[in-house]
């Protein structure tokens, strides 16, 4: 079990190299199938926070493995700079297969850390990240590197995440591990990244969105009921997008 966050990144780099799914070598009908049925989902998000979006700025994703949704994000919004990023060279690596399946060119990808970009500083009119920052680990680095890269009045957003009070996180933990065990899961505590997020000069607002797409028999009824009494969501575990702001100077 590993217990470091080299050793939990260098899984995640490993299995973008090994994943018989989603190898650059793989050619794989399943993959396309799973990550058009997220897609779904990804577009339900867009359209939830459209006008925290930006249409014609400069746009980077963190952790988003082969790239398919910065490609979703540039066949949107033409006119935007999208830069796609993940940890993993062998993921971002499969992006051209994406650019070519939703027919777009994605303005610049690299792999990178969530907290060692590229970017120069205040650059950036909108980061964002779907279902990825459970994976970032190093969570305070992060949000140093979020803040330090955008402009001032830039947005950042959490799309998807995995949600959770710190009283149920060892529960949550167990859970979510038990669904994918061959990569490290976690766990985003929401009331420690608000923490964090206003420590680095970001104010954050987080929309509980227990959506009901590409659900499973027993989580659909979980979300459900959850939809049903929004005021359990933030007291349980719930996906959940943070949209983070900095403020103008």
Same mark, same amino acid.
């Given at each position: 079990m590993p217990k470091t966050i080299d050793e939990k990144q260098q899984i995640e780099i490993e299995h973008w190299r090994?994943?018989?799914?989603?190898? /650059?070598?793989?050619d794989s009908i399943?993959?396309?199938?799973?990550?058009?049925?997220?897609?779904?989902?990804?577009?339900?998000? =867009?359209?939830r926070h459209r006008e925290e979006l930006s249409t014609n700025g400069r746009?980077?994703?963190?952790?988003?493995g082969q790239g398919w949704a910065s490609c979703i994000y540039k066949k949107l919004f033409p006119d935007a700079h999208v830069s796609a990023t993940d940890i993993s060279s062998f993921a @971002?690596?499969?992006?051209? +297969?994406?650019?070519?399946?939703?027919?777009v060119k994605i303005d610049n990808s690299y792999p990178c850390k969530s907290y060692e970009t590229k970017e120069a500083e205040e650059t950036l009119d909108l980061v964002f990240c779907f279902a990825?920052?459970?994976? =970032?680990?190093?969570? +305070?680095?992060?949000?140093q590197e979020i803040s330090r890269i955008l402009k001032p009045g830039g947005r950042a957003i959490y799309f998807y995440e995995p949600a959770t009070p710190r009283y149920l996180y060892p529960l949550a933990y167990k859970r979510v591990?038990?669904?994918?065990?061959?990569?490290?899961?976690?766990?985003?505590?929401?009331?420690?990244? +608000?923490?964090?997020? +206003?420590? @680095?000069?970001?104010? @954050?607002?987080?929309?509980?969105?227990?959506?009901?797409?590409?659900?499973? /028999?027993?989580?659909?009824?979980?979300?459900?009921?959850?939809?049903?009494?929004?005021?359990?969501?933030s007291k349980v575990p719930c996906t959940a997008n943070f949209i983070f702001r900095k403020s103008p100077q």
């Amino acid at each position: 079990m590993p217990k470091t966050i080299d050793e939990k990144q260098q899984i995640e780099i490993e299995h973008w190299r090994d994943s018989q799914q989603e190898s /650059p070598e793989a050619d794989s009908i399943h993959n396309i199938i799973n990550k058009m049925t997220e897609a779904a989902i990804v577009l339900d998000c =867009f359209e939830r926070h459209r006008e925290e979006l930006s249409t014609n700025g400069r746009v980077l994703e963190l952790g988003g493995g082969q790239g398919w949704a910065s490609c979703i994000y540039k066949k949107l919004f033409p006119d935007a700079h999208v830069s796609a990023t993940d940890i993993s060279s062998f993921a @971002v690596a499969s992006l051209p +297969k994406w650019e070519d399946i939703l027919h777009v060119k994605i303005d610049n990808s690299y792999p990178c850390k969530s907290y060692e970009t590229k970017e120069a500083e205040e650059t950036l009119d909108l980061v964002f990240c779907f279902a990825a920052a459970h994976h =970032f680990l190093a969570h +305070k680095r992060t949000m140093q590197e979020i803040s330090r890269i955008l402009k001032p009045g830039g947005r950042a957003i959490y799309f998807y995440e995995p949600a959770t009070p710190r009283y149920l996180y060892p529960l949550a933990y167990k859970r979510v591990n038990g669904k994918r065990p061959e990569v490290p899961e976690d766990v985003l505590i929401a009331n420690e990244l +608000k923490i964090l997020s +206003k420590s @680095v000069g970001l104010d @954050v607002q987080i929309d509980y969105y227990p959506s009901l797409i590409h659900r499973r /028999p027993f989580e659909t009824l979980y979300f459900y009921i959850l939809n049903k009494l929004p005021f359990l969501q933030s007291k349980v575990p719930c996906t959940a997008n943070f949209i983070f702001r900095k403020s103008p100077q």
